[in-house]
């Protein structure tokens, strides 16, 4: 009998043993959702393991579960243009989980008044502005002592540096233009030599700001010059219209990369023979550019992959073709877009696709009475093209956006009622994109106006004529910029940056900033 117990008591012994262990042991797996509001935009979300990408508000489970213990839910890519906080991110699991994600839209950082403005900017007139990143740099043109120089500022993450001359303070310079990529920026302008505009260009990379060469031909007097960068790729390629010693002026293009040897400019290319002006170029994070100007009475483009077409592409919409635009995605693929007219018509506004390295048919998009097109796009495609067209006795600005291998619609970003003109457009690294444009306000003076494409496919326009970002104590300056004018803006990784001139309370021109955070 003794024994029988004996037995008993260690069966429990051992089963109430087992039971301690099990409940030591790790438990799950558990799930976790989420719970989102107010998203306007695409949200991605990782639990460590998978990734959750969200578009709407509404509550969404990771797909698979996860065994107790530690977790961290963190956000891998936020809306383009909304802020996102999270609660309950954070634990130990030891059950399922909800987790609480509230967006709201950013909010513009904007000038407190007509004394708030970059420092040391009077006598502002042409402006520059690219940004890659959380790096921005801003160049103008500014008249001192009767002669125009060429100043820049960087953006510190925060704000704005100070002011420091690019060009040489001997002689005069016009017309900046700016590119930035990851980790390095340069900055070129038109600058008097001997009496002919030459090309200079100063770039910054780990080693700093460089001293300025000169890209043009010696003794060739240049003009419309443009320049852009290819983000990670390492390449800036530059674009300007050059006499060739004949009074015949030719498009001629360099490229600025990144080899063993450091950062060099290679020889020019000459990509025209006949009379050109206003080129405009495009590059891609693999390095491919695109270069279109119009030629005689038409527009001509060139491709760059390894070298450049020097048999171009020409297009024509009628007697006069002018404003080229150019994109060209990651992928290859691309878009031309310009300005046309007759003397028996009125303007319009044309596209040509560049798709798998061929160009297809012209379309018409904008018109009649269309001109003044802007064109932009994100690395997968996603493009934005902005134009001015009449429209109930104002101009107004127009717009098209291409996403999912199709075009929209048109659609009026400017609110009615006073005559709107000089688009920009500017596209993201992650999908969204912002146009920028003058427009008369309802006291008859110029202010800067912003519509914002989320990544979504919504817009955000101004609600009306007083909508706008510019002070409403003075009328802005709208002054060209290598073949766009008006209000500028770039994309940092997480914010948007606006720039434009305006006379302070003085008269003087200034240059203003605002800042979507």
């Not at 429990?12 to 797996?29: D, E, K, N, Q, Y």
């Not at 319009?348 to 297809?360: E, F, K, P, S, T």
């Not at 909508?467 to 209000?487: I, K, M, N, R, Y």
Request: proline share 5%; with cysteine.
């Amino acid at each position: 009998m003794k024994r029988k117990d004996a037995t008993t008591k260690l069966a429990l012994a051992a089963a109430a043993l087992l039971i301690w262990l099990a409940s030591c042991a790790p438990g799950g797996p558990y799930t976790i959702t989420v719970n989102v509001s107010g998203l306007a935009g695409t949200l991605v979300l990782s639990d460590g393991t998978e990734e959750l990408t969200i578009s709407a508000d509404g509550s969404y489970a990771f797909p698979g579960k996860l065994p107790a213990g530690d977790y961290e839910v963190r956000m891998v890519t936020p809306p383009v243009f909304q802020n996102c906080a999270l609660s309950g991110d954070r634990g130990t699991l030891a059950g399922d989980v909800e987790v609480s994600v509230s967006c709201q839209d950013k909010t513009w950082e904007r000038p407190a008044d007509l004394s708030d403005h970059l420092p040391d900017s009077q006598g502002a007139y042409r402006l520059a502005l690219d940004a890659c990143g959380d790096t921005a740099v801003l160049a103008w043109e500014a008249l001192q002592s009767g002669t125009y120089h060429i100043y820049y500022s960087e953006w510190s993450g925060s704000g704005w540096g100070a002011p420091l001359m690019a060009s040489d303070p001997a002689v005069g310079a016009t017309r900046p233009v700016v590119a930035v990529g990851q980790g390095y920026a340069v900055v070129a302008w038109l600058q008097d030599d001997s009496g002919v505009d030459a090309v200079y260009a100063m770039r910054k990379g780990a080693d700093g700001w460089q001293t300025p060469e000169r890209l043009s031909a010696g003794g060739a007097d240049a003009r419309d010059l443009t320049l852009t960068a290819a983000g990670t790729a390492n390449k800036v390629v530059a674009s300007w219209v050059e006499d060739d010693g004949s009074g015949t002026f030719v498009t001629v293009t360099r490229t600025l990369g990144l080899g063993s040897s450091g950062w060099l400019w290679s020889g020019a290319t000459t990509l025209s023979s006949n009379g050109s002006s206003g080129p405009d170029v495009a590059v891609n994070s693999a390095g491919n550019a695109l270069v279109a100007w119009s030629e005689s009475v038409n527009v001509s483009v060139s491709e760059f992959a390894g070298s450049w077409n020097l048999t171009p592409g020409t297009f024509s919409g009628g007697s006069s073709n002018y404003a080229p635009r150019v994109f060209i995605d990651d992928s290859g693929n691309g878009w031309l877009s310009w300005a046309s007219s007759s003397p028996f018509s009125l303007s319009n506004v044309n596209l040509v696709g560049y798709r798998d390295g061929a160009w297809g048919s012209r379309e018409v998009v904008g018109g009649p009475s269309a001109n003044s097109p802007a064109l932009a796009g994100n690395p997968d495609g996603r493009t934005l093209l902005t134009w001015v067209q009449s429209e109930g006795g104002y101009l107004q600005i127009y717009a098209q956006t291409y996403a999912d291998d199709a075009w929209s619609r048109p659609l009026p970003l400017s609110p009615l009622g006073g005559s709107a003109g000089r688009p920009h457009a500017a596209a993201g690294a992650r999908g969204g994109a912002a146009a920028a444009w003058l427009q008369d306000d309802a006291g008859g003076d110029d202010q800067v106006f912003v519509a914002l494409w989320r990544e979504t496919g919504e817009w955000v326009l101004p609600e009306g004529l007083d909508d706008h970002l510019s002070l409403a104590d003075s009328a802005v300056l709208g002054a060209t910029v290598s073949g766009e004018a008006g209000p500028l803006l770039g994309f940092l990784e997480n914010g948007l940056l606006l720039a434009w001139i305006q006379s302070d309370s003085t008269g003087d021109a200034q240059v203003y900033t605002a800042y979507l955070h």
